[in-house]
């Protein structure tokens, strides 16, 4: 299957993330990745779902059926900047030190905490980057790892702001309970 | 208006100011104080009693099918909101404009599994058109606004606004004026004029052109348009399940029904049209069998309000979003060159006489059914008979159930008029037809209304005939097609299982008892000769009256295509 990667604008809702999350869920779609959050705009909270389809005009289709969403792009083929950080916790005795600082120079990734035996790396570049650093750091004993979603913006002057999106009206209207992107 | 108000008020009032004057439901501890407001506002905002929250969900569904209008019903929390779901799946597959109203356990203690409490709004949304949890008095007027505008406006649906036990008692000053604002929910209503033109250039290029239309036409209230379309450029007219009566099955350009129980003729001419516009139909896997295979040699347009059906199901030469009367309203504007027209006739006319054709050698309508060899008492007999009384006495609407009768229904009975012919289409939900009956009798009170449902489906729902009797109403007939069986699933085991009767056989109450116990008339029908009798007495009985007709067991609703076949294979026999 073919992965899209979607940047979606919506209005920040109670239940909005829910919503697409459950439209992916109960149409088959299978998600990659998923990040969301606030934007420049207030009111409007903007997603980056990675989806794995053959049939992305099918989704970005539903995702405009959900009465939040403002804007559906699909951003695969476009000129972008992408993103994903992970906090990965390393089992390292005191020789190996040396090393890991190193390496996390050579990614350009940011040593974060440093106790006893361990050490907590922060690493933020492309995904591919992130796979590559996570596995070049495996052998050493990862003893935890987070990672969040891709977030994905176009490169230029091109793109998809909210404020676009934002008529003379919009502040103020609506549902009083606006702003908890989370719900 | 500058004075305080209970949420509750404030409910009764944003529902009459948004068009509401009547809602099916049943009270709880949750959904109080509505009731308590209500008692204020009765003479404007009725309130049916029904005796399931399921039946007020179809009753809900029932008065909108048969209205075009918003229906609306009430369930308070927990299990009175669970008892809504299958209605509300229902009205989400058929695009049915329906509000739900649910009560809600107070803020203080939602998420803290207090009694009666239910996620209906997580439960529902994915079944809903949208859906709404309310917390904030302030909210209420607004909610309920915006929650009408979208159950009612681009593709019709179900809506449920979930309101807490604590906002329906607090006091605020409702602001009514709030301008409806949703930025994201822009329905398109006009179909693109490039588009419309590509699709009849397209057409006229084609020498086998068919029409078919669903329930996008009848809720658009365009079978006026259909019509002048149709006869503009010679169309051969097919109408689904939820297009039937759009256009008059009388007319000689409707050649009717298509699908998994449609006619060969007509499942024929799709297979071996050139073109075919499919104007509010969603290409259901019911009307299109495997899709892989249907219309192989057309070229397709369709039209749909809602662009998520575009290429859903079949891929689609011309694609035109917008509603199905403003698009044929284009249609019907564009004036291409005459000879190209002339040209069109001359082959559209060449096509339907082939139609006819194959229509010919297959039997149709009632002489489907038609044994002379047989004393058997066969399903046909009672839509013969109820065929023709309704012809004769006008004025009916006809509500079914799902399985054989329903098709049976379909196929037989003349279907003349649009919002005449009622039943579950998407979901096919067994005990629709009762409940839903009594929406549409009391929407149409003038009309006798007529639910035709099997033996099984019925007794899903007929508790709902204690509340004709407690709303007085009169306009209501039950016909009860009863075969002892789950008909059609049998009629699946008999020809694909081997006869093996799993789960089939049906024993029944005695239903005339059953409908004097609720204060109907019943009638039991054993032999086709009495048929037209029971009927007539159904017709001269001042009341609502229950007919048991015993038919035959064992008869199949053919012609049939199995599932996930071409529609080219029937099985006519």
């Given at each position: 299957m073919k992965t899209h990667t979607l940047v979606v604008l919506m209005q920040?809702?109670?239940g909005v993330l829910n919503r697409a999350v459950s439209m992916f869920r109960r149409r088959g779609y299978n998600i990659a990745s998923l990040a969301v959050g606030h934007t420049e705009t207030p009111s409007i909270s903007r997603m980056t779902v990675v989806v794995e389809s053959d049939h992305v005009e099918q989704v970005v289709k539903q995702l405009y059926r959900?009465?939040?969403?403002l804007k559906v792009s699909d951003v695969t083929a476009d000129p972008v900047v992408e993103r994903e950080m992970a906090l990965i916790k390393l089992h390292v005795p005191g020789q190996q030190r040396a090393e890991i600082v190193a390496l996390t120079e050579v990614f350009g990734a940011k040593i974060v905490d440093v106790a006893n035996n361990t050490m907590v790396i922060e690493m933020t570049g492309g995904p591919s980057k992130v796979e590559n650093f996570i596995d070049v750091v495996r052998p050493f004993g990862i003893k935890e790892m987070m990672r969040t979603g891709r977030i994905t913006m176009v490169r230029g002057p091109r793109g998809h702001s909210g404020a676009d999106l934002v008529d003379a009206q919009w502040q103020g209207e609506g549902m009083g309970a606006v702003g908890s992107v989370a719900q | 208006m500058s004075e305080k108000r209970t949420g509750a008020q404030i409910l009764c009032e944003a529902l009459i100011q948004n068009g509401v004057d009547v809602m099916f439901g049943i009270p709880g501890g949750a959904i109080m104080p509505f009731y308590y407001a209500m008692w204020d506002y009765r003479d404007q905002l009725r309130h049916v009693l029904c005796r399931h929250e399921q039946g007020a969900g179809h009753a809900a569904e029932g008065y909108a099918r048969a209205t075009g209008r918003l229906g609306v019903c009430i369930g308070t929390s927990g299990p009175g909101t669970t008892n809504l779901v299958t209605p509300i799946a229902d009205a989400w597959m058929d695009s049915t404009p329906i509000l739900a109203i649910c009560g809600q356990v107070s803020s203080a203690v939602l998420?803290?599994?207090?009694?009666?409490?239910?996620d209906i709004t997580g439960i529902t949304m994915p079944i809903t058109k949208h859906n709404y949890l309310v917390k904030?008095?302030?909210d209420i007027a607004y909610v309920i606004k915006e929650a009408i505008h979208i159950a009612t406006t681009g593709r019709p649906g179900p809506v449920l606004v979930d309101i807490t036990k604590d906002a329906l008692q607090s006091s605020t000053v409702p602001d009514y004026s709030k301008k409806i604002f949703l930025p994201g929910y822009r329905p398109t209503y006009q179909g693109s004029k490039k588009q419309v033109k590509a699709a009849l250039d397209l057409m006229l290029k084609s020498e086998k052109p068919l029409l078919m239309i669903g329930n996008g036409v009848m809720m658009a209230e365009a079978s006026e348009q259909v019509k002048a379309f149709a006869e503009r450029y010679k169309l051969p007219v097919i109408t689904t399940l939820h297009g039937l009566?759009?256009?008059?099955?009388?007319?000689?350009l409707c050649i009717g029904m298509p699908g998994m129980h449609g006619w060969v003729h007509v499942n024929r001419a799709i297979q071996e049209a050139d073109f075919l516009m499919n104007i509010?139909?969603?290409?259901?896997d019911r009307v299109t069998g495997k899709a892989s295979t249907f219309a192989p040699n057309a070229a397709i347009v369709h039209v749909d309000?809602?662009?998520?059906?575009?290429?859903?199901n079949i891929e689609v030469e011309v694609p035109i979003v917008g509603d199905a009367k403003m698009v044929l309203f284009s249609l019907l504007e564009e004036e291409p060159e005459e000879t190209a027209v002339a040209q069109f006739h001359a082959n559209a006319v060449t096509w339907m006489s082939h139609i006819r054709e194959l229509q010919s050698k297959h039997q149709h309508k009632?002489?489907?059914?038609?044994?002379?060899?047989t004393s058997m008492f066969l399903p046909h007999d009672v839509y013969a008979a109820m065929t023709k009384t309704l012809n004769d006495r006008g004025n009916y609407r006809v509500v079914t159930d799902v399985g054989q009768h329903q098709m049976w229904a379909a196929q037989l009975i003349d279907w003349h008029r649009p919002r005449t012919h009622i039943t579950s289409g998407?979901?096919?939900?067994?005990?629709?037809a009762m409940p839903a009956a009594l929406g549409v009798a009391l929407a149409h009170p003038e009309d006798t209304v007529w639910a035709v449902a099997g033996d099984g489906g019925f007794?899903?729902?007929?508790?709902?005939m204690i509340t004709v009797i407690q709303e007085g109403m009169k306009n209501l007939k039950i016909a009860i097609i009863n075969n002892g069986y789950l008909g059609m699933v049998r009629q699946w085991q008999e020809l694909f299982e081997?006869?093996?009767?799993?789960?089939?056989p049906l024993t029944s109450p005695n239903f005339k008892l059953l409908a004097e116990a609720y204060g109907w008339k019943g009638i039991i029908v054993?032999?086709?000769?009495?048929v037209q009798a029971a009927i007539d007495e159904a017709y001269a009985t001042d009341g609502p009256v229950l007919i048991?007709?015993?038919?035959?067991r064992e008869v199949n609703v053919f012609p049939m295509v199995p599932q996930n076949k071409s529609i080219g294979d029937m099985i006519t026999e």
């Open positions: 920040d809702r109670p959900l009465i939040e969403v | 998420g803290k599994d207090a009694f009666q409490e239910t904030n008095v302030d009566g759009a256009i008059s099955e009388d007319h000689e509010g139909g969603r290409f259901d309000i809602d662009p998520s059906e575009i290429g859903k009632q002489q489907y059914l038609n044994r002379p060899d998407g979901a096919g939900t067994m005990g629709f007794q899903m729902t007929n508790q709902e081997n006869k093996r009767y799993s789960g089939t054993e032999s086709a000769a009495d048991d007709f015993r038919v035959e």
